[in-house]
């Protein structure tokens, strides 16, 4: 990984947990940049962290920059081919 890339990957971990995530990748290692990536139920939980962030943390410093979805597909426990949407948000210090 690009050293100035600075990723987020959603799961089951408290809400919190994440938006402390991104605050600190913005204050502590002055990131340009932090992107949220998510998939499948944890979408929705990326877009809440993403906005909670931006708005309520990190009012007027930062904002929500590009919105890529996709798909995966791959093979579940049962052995059974699968595809789950995936979700990447970037967040960009404002200049």
Not at 8 to 17: A, L, Y
Request: hydrophobic share 40%; glycine share 6%; no cysteine.
């Amino acid at each position: 990984m690009d050293e100035n890339e600075h990723v987020i990957f959603v799961g089951s971990k408290p809400f919190m947990n994440y938006v402390t995530g991104v605050v600190m990748q913005f204050t502590t290692q002055n990131a340009e940049n932090v992107t949220i990536k998510a998939r499948g139920k944890f979408i929705s939980k990326a877009v809440d962290i993403a906005e909670v962030a931006a708005k309520r943390f990190l009012d007027n410093t930062v904002l929500v920059g590009s919105i890529q979805t996709d798909s995966e597909e791959f093979k579940n426990k049962e052995g059974r081919q699968i595809r789950v949407s995936t979700i990447a948000l970037a967040l960009l210090k404002k200049q």
